[in-house]
């Protein structure tokens, strides 16, 4: 099951634990296996993910980041099919770190790469229903009947021969005294009462009513909370600084640099940040001081003019474009991204000589105990992460710069300490979504079919930042992900990447390096479409043939989609098909222009295949969030750089979408029995071309540089 | 510094801090009132949503003196067990994702539906500015029309 991506995610997360980044994890809970000196008051807990009390609850311990992804939810709905429970006994509390909660594609307890339903799927539900089949020998035990006439069903089991009935709590303390069962049977997918159906979310409740704890409503007796001073240049560092004017607002406690800047410790986040904007700090620019933009344009497209490391190579596409009846040239461009979570970047941190207390909404909790431990001088079995509902993700929050800077406060002021940043940190002191440059060349014969592709990427590489031992000879094989796995049948292709850094951080970004290279692939396709003259959907459809998840998708989302019919005056239609993280997704989206030019999303419908699914309403979602967060990137989202600093700061000038832009999103899933897909991110790659492509439709103006502005 | 006195989901409060404060630190760091959240200290987004005297208003920018002698209510006074029109409607369409923005989209909704009993899609993209990175905007839509339904 494990794709091509996570196999390598894997392997950097081993190496960069082999290359001991500190990262080194602490005690080992038995994945099975009960543990030891159960008693009869306590709860069965026959591996690391359930607790079954005798009152009946059912905890569930989540071991991934709920980051509005719902794995609160459809993690629980696993276990729950299997254990055969009932649903609203079913409490969850998010996992300690622990080896026991690695996620299995990364050999490491993150988040990300849309890996958490699929990577639990068979995992979790053997858990369930080992746990059912020993509640069912329990039961027969306590009864002395055979175990093949008991049976679970919603919470307890029945002998239906007697009509006797035990819930699994009063089960708890005989299932404690039994042997755990081996190789316990999966129930079929017909027979599942929870999964696949829209069970309601469990984080919705607390979401409601402001009771759900994220990181930065953690509360600790003796906390101080910290805002820091950063260069604006982005790699600068501090030279010296006078703290006499912030330690004279009233509230600041402490004034300390740490390793990313100065560090204000106050009563609270507004003294804090008082106190930072007091500060006298003297910063050396470093090596970005005059960097711009255009600089970086300019460098990409350099480098873009140069052979690159090769990451796919069919056929003889030279020769193929030599014979070629005629040719199609195109350079791309996209910026940078910064995520902007809704919750900025925040750490509370409490490092003492006897160990170390981490509060984080974090995507990365075995990064986050390594830096515990080695910034608190600790053992990593002394570290405890507590992880907190996160205010957004979207990659962001598998970084651990906010982690570290509340580690070093903390140890640095003698107590516990909440690290805060402001929306002007979060936009200016983020790890970027690449900014990049594509040169794409297509070979067409006479009827206008592609006989050979060619598609060059020069951009930064985010490996080469976190784990430079993934990126061989020069390749990132991450970084020409969607690029390499360009769909369609032509018989010469070539793709290469030039990795080039351009001095400014790259991070994970919603689906990743998918996000440049799907808009750059589904974009050229559909130039290709027009230079042969034919319909960009049935253009695809031939070059699909031989993909029928790509082709499923596409199909079902111009069906349903009215591909074809009469639209509204003005609006005219596009569409793009990309598979990530082991899901397929078609888009089309409907669009108009304004007087002044700029676009107008009426309506995007959207169709995905991501195999077996857990919860159909989280499923809808999640494209619907995905397709908002890249349709806001398309639209409006750049980041840019003057004199090495971001020129963007905060939501007037780093624009989201909000509701009077909202499309209405329609989603459609392929029913599958297939393995499961990811979901929180494959819907985000395809809605940037097919918004794109529908502006070509209706005007024959290309958009090959990102962001879209106003057409003109 | 003389103490700042305001009522805050029916409770008189008295606060001994800076006047030019905003609101939303005071409810946070000062009140412990964490249902109301820091966005973008510029209200733009309005994550910091309450009702000031009935209104929605974005506390990130609004200073504590400014508050005097007024009645405040946050996402915590809303309701009891969570049974506002609105708080039911956001469980019954499963609205929040990572659920960080909801306190001030709810605050929103709920002084949108106190002024218009039964909003238009219109009176709803108006009225409804705050920002919702998860992207819930189409189901927050459909739960302000069911609350409007249902209340």
């Known amino acids: 099951m494990a794709p091509r991506t996570d196999v ?66 459809s993690l629980p709905m696993l ?32 988040t990300g790469g849309s890996t958490s339903v699929r990577a639990a799927w068979t995992p979790l539900r053997k858990a369930g229903a080992t746990a059912r089949e020993l509640l069912v020998a329990a039961a027969a035990a306590t009864w002395r009947v055979d175990k093949a006439t008991c049976q679970a ?118 003294p804090a940040k008082r106190g930072r904007d007091a500060l006298e700090i003297t910063w050396d620019d470093g090596p970005n001081a005059a960097l711009t933009s255009a600089d970086i344009s ?3 497209n350099q480098r873009a003019d140069q052979p690159g490391a090769v990451a796919r190579h069919d056929g003889d596409p030279d020769a193929a474009l030599a014979a070629a009846a005629s040719k199609v040239d195109a350079t791309y461009e996209l910026p940078f991204l910064a995520h902007a979570t809704m919750e900025p970047m925040n750490c509370t941190a409490s490092v003492r000589a006897d160990g170390v207390d981490i509060w984080a909404p974090t995507q990365f909790q075995t990064g986050a105990q390594g830096f515990g431990a080695k910034i608190g001088a600790v053992p990593p079995e002394k570290v405890k992460v507590h992880t907190t509902y996160l205010g957004g993700g979207f990659g962001r929050r598998f970084e651990l710069d906010f982690i570290q800077e509340a580690l070093e406060t ?79 049948a032509v018989a010469n292709v070539h793709v290469d990447y030039l990795l080039t850094d351009t001095g400014i951080p790259v991070g994970f970004w919603r689906s990743v390096n998918n996000t440049f290279n799907g808009f750059v692939v589904e974009s050229f396709i559909d130039e290709l479409a027009a230079a042969a003259k034919q319909d960009p959907y049935e253009f695809r459809r031939k070059l ?100 090495g600093r971001v020129e963007q700061s905060n939501f007037h000038n780093y624009r989201m979408l909000r509701m009077a832009e909202m499309p209405v999103v329609e989603v459609h899933i392929v029913p599958s029995s297939e393995a499961p897909g990811g979901c929180g991110e494959p819907g985000t790659p ?18 090959r540089k990102l962001p879209i502005g106003n057409v003109t | 510094m003389a103490p700042i006195t305001f009522t805050v989901n029916g409770k008189r409060e008295s606060v001994n801090v800076a006047p030019d404060t905003p609101l939303l630190w005071v409810l946070r760091d000062t009140l412990g009132l964490t249902g109301t959240k820091f966005g973008c200290g510029i209200a733009q987004c309005g994550a910091c949503t309450v009702h000031l005297d009935g209104v929605a208003t974005r506390t990130c920018v609004l200073p504590v003196a400014a508050v005097a002698s007024k009645r405040v209510t946050t996402i915590e006074g809303l309701s009891q067990n969570r049974s506002h029109a609105v708080q039911r409607a956001w469980i019954e369409d499963d609205v929040p994702q990572c659920g960080y923005c909801q306190s001030g989209q709810i605050m929103a909704a ?34 302000i029309h069911r609350a409007a339904k249902e209340a």
Not at chain 1, 156 to 163: E, N, Y
Not at chain 1, 576 to 586: D, G
Request: proline share 7%; glycine share 10%; hydrophobic share 45%.
């Open chain 1, 544 to 643: 699909l043939a031989k993909a029928p998840r790509h082709l499923g998708v596409l199909e079902l989302a111009a069906t349903k989609a009215g591909w074809g019919m009469p639209l509204p005056a003005g609006r005219s239609r596009g569409i793009a098909v990309f598979k990530s993280f082991e899901s397929y997704v078609a888009e089309v989206a409907e669009v108009s222009l304004g007087a002044d030019g700029a676009p107008r999303v009426h309506r995007v419908v959207c169709a995905v295949d991501c195999g077996q699914v857990a919860n159909p309403d989280i499923v809808e979602a999640q494209m619907g969030g995905a397709i908002v967060y890249g349709l806001t990137a398309a639209l409006w989202g750049a980041i840019t750089i003057d004199k």
């Open chain 1, 79 to 110: 276990l729950a099919e299997e254990l055969e429970a009932d649903w609203s006994k079913i409490k969850i509390e998010f996992a300690p770190v622990d080896k026991a909660y690695n996620n299995p594609l990364f050999g490491m307890q993150g």
């Open chain 1, 686 to 703: 395809p809605i940037a071309p097919a918004v794109c492509n529908a502006i070509f439709a209706a005007t024959g103006k290309r958009i």
């Open chain 1, 410 to 488: 903390s140890k640095a002021v003698g107590v516990p300490v909440k690290v805060v940043w402001s929306r002007e940190d979060d936009i200016q002191h983020d790890q970027y979504r690449p900014a990049c440059v594509h040169r794409l060349r297509a070979g067409v014969d006479a009827g206008g079919q592609p006989v050979a592709w060619t598609h060059r990427i020069a951009a930064p590489s985010i490996m080469a930042r976190v784990f430079p031992g993934m990126v061989k000879e020069g390749l990132d094989s991450e970084a020409t992900e969607g690029g390499v796995g360009m769909p369609y």
């Open chain 2, 110 to 143: 709920a002084a949108l539906l106190a002024t218009h009993p039964h909003p238009t899609d219109a009176d709803i993209d108006t009225a409804m500015t705050n920002i919702c990175r998860c992207g819930t905007y189409q189901r927050i839509r459909a739960a």
């Open chain 1, 298 to 300: 300019q460098l990409l």
């Open chain 1, 153 to 270: 069903e919603r919470g307890a089991v029945v002998h239906s021969a007697t009509k006797r009935r035990l819930t699994y709590g009063k089960l708890v303390a005989k299932a404690a005294t039994l042997p755990v069962p081996e190789n316990a049977p999966l129930k079929e997918p017909k027979d599942w009462k929870i999964l696949g159906r829209r069970v309601k979310r469990l984080d919705t409740p607390p979401k409601v009513d402001g009771s759900a704890e994220f990181g930065i409503d953690v509360k600790v007796p003796g906390l101080l909370v910290a805002v820091i001073a950063r260069s604006p240049v982005v790699g600068g560092k501090v030279v010296k600084f006078d703290a006499t004017k912030a330690q004279a607002v009233p509230g600041v406690r402490h004034v300390t640099q740490i390793s990313s800047g100065v560090a204000v410790v106050a009563d609270g986040y507004w």
């Open chain 1, 8 to 73: 390598t995610r894997r392997e950097f997360l081993e190496s960069a634990a082999v290359a001991g980044a500190g990262l080194v994890v602490g005690f080992h809970l038995p994945a099975s296996g009960r543990l030891p000196g159960v008693a009869a008051a306590e709860p069965l807990a026959p591996n690391a993910w359930l607790r079954i009390y005798p009152d009946e609850r059912v905890l569930v311990i989540v071991d991934r980041s709920e980051m509005g992804q719902g794995v609160t939810t």
